[in-house]
């Protein structure tokens, strides 16, 4: 495919197009396997998981069937994020990683680099309530000042 004669901003459109195309075709995937989850028809197929059935049916790595997958389940816990993808704000990938983030956000995990993820207010205290594998109960709140955050 010669594009030596495009302009760069032609280029720049087909590139940038291009990732809204894959993100609409990704919605639609998301949507089937949610479906097909939903059913557990992945099963009836002799499948033990939908990752599989996904890697296989759509030909794809494990790791882009784990990731769509779990994306779908993600997007459903940050639907805002669904919604800018819907739209064509944001491209797959990015989606993927603000859902990553979000659920991380809600599911009490105890890094501190969650908290830049989380919009810097709140840092998990990893000393607090971690016994028995409990989340950590106690939060503290740092300004935007503060060095760790920053």
């Known amino acids: 495919m010669g594009l030596g004669s495009y302009s760069e901003d032609r280029l720049d459109q087909l590139i940038a197009g291009g990732e809204l195309e894959i993100a609409m075709i990704r919605l639609l995937q ?3 396997i949610a479906e ?10 002799g499948y033990r998981s939908i990752v599989d059935w996904t890697a296989a049916r759509a030909d794809v790595s494990h790791q882009t ?6 994306t779908v389940t993600r997007l459903e816990d940050a639907p805002e994020v669904a919604e800018q993808l819907a739209s064509g704000e ?17 599911s009490g995990i105890r890094y501190r680099r ?37």
């Open 90 to 106: 944001i491209s797959f990938d990015r989606a993927q990683l603000l859902a990553r983030r979000a659920s991380s956000c809600s």
């Open 30 to 32: 998301m949507a089937a």
């Open 36 to 45: 097909k989850r939903r059913r557990k028809s992945h099963l009836a197929d």
């Open 114 to 150: 969650v908290a830049s993820f989380c919009g810097a207010s709140q840092e998990i205290d990893p000393e607090a309530g971690e016994e028995d594998g409990q989340r950590p109960s106690e939060l503290r709140h740092r300004g935007a000042d503060d060095p760790v955050l920053g």
């Open 65 to 70: 069937a784990r990731d769509l997958c779990w």
